[in-house]
């Protein structure tokens, strides 16, 4: 994935949806944030933002906010809507082996008891289908990653989902898309979510796969390459 980004400074982040920031050439303006999250390490004071830039003259703040930069030098992608994005295409390339070999790929497929929709429902020739619910990453704590980094009742649903699926002969995968470059392992956030955590280890002694593969970061003049394709494993704690 190619981005076209330009660079702030982090005032503050606020309403969930918006921030403040300040532009090179020093004006202050407000700017989209497509994360609901609690966004915890990841929106400081003076931390860099990588802002695009939509075309859409009806928007009301046209810069969203994409990556920050921290002043440890980490990067982390932000906008939760670019996880499902990535995950797509490196399954269509092929870059996540646990899951290659499709012959369908549909994206947000109602499923379960709970009116719920899969991100992505991977069907197979000789294999049952299998549904993937796909979960961002970017809590950093004591050098290990963490998911969720907020109460998470909508995560919990999934899980539920996704042993229900399982139960009923097909293949369940939570897949950890870890798009903070300082995360090298994952773990259920207990300390976060509990119910989840309890959720999660029900849910993977009942079958349900957990996968996580780590994003790349490459910026060079404002132009940043972002893919999935690097497999990193996840730790019970």
């Known amino acids: 994935m190619i981005l076209q980004l330009q660079p ?7 309403k969930r949806f918006l921030a403040d920031i300040t532009l090179n050439n020093g004006e202050e303006t407000t700017i989209h944030c497509a994360n609901t999250g609690a966004m915890k390490g990841c929106a400081e004071p003076d931390d860099t933002v990588w802002y695009s830039t939509s075309t859409n003259t009806k928007r ?4 969203s906010w994409e990556i920050t930069q921290t002043q440890a030098e980490h990067f982390i ?15 269509n390339k092929g870059l996540i082996s646990e ?5 369908q790929l549909k994206r947000e497929v109602k499923y379960g008891n709970e009116n719920s929709r899969v991100d ?7 294999a049952p289908d299998t549904y993937i619910e796909v979960k961002s990453v970017t809590l950093l704590d004591s050098d290990h990653g963490y998911f969720p980094d907020a ?6 649903k999934h899980l539920r989902e996704l042993m229900d699926m399982v139960e009923q002969g097909h293949r369940a995968v ?14 259920v956030a207990s300390h976060v979510d509990p119910t989840y955590a309890s959720l999660l280890k029900e849910a993977h002694i009942s079958g349900v796969e957990i996968i996580a593969y780590k994003a790349s970061f490459s910026l060079n003049l404002g132009q940043l390459d972002l893919n999935l394709c690097e497999k990193i494993p996840f730790i019970e704690r």
């Open 77 to 91: 992608c932000v906008n939760t809507l670019r996880a499902n994005q990535l995950v797509e295409e490196a399954l």
């Open 8 to 14: 702030a400074k982090l005032i503050k982040r606020y």
């Open 60 to 63: 009301k703040y046209p810069f």
């Open 151 to 156: 109460v998470t009742t909508r995560g919990q």
């Open 120 to 126: 992505f429902l991977a069907t197979y020739d000789h």
């Open 174 to 187: 939570l897949f950890f898309a870890v798009l903070h470059s300082g995360i090298n392992d994952v773990s």
């Open 99 to 103: 899951l290659a070999n499709f012959t």
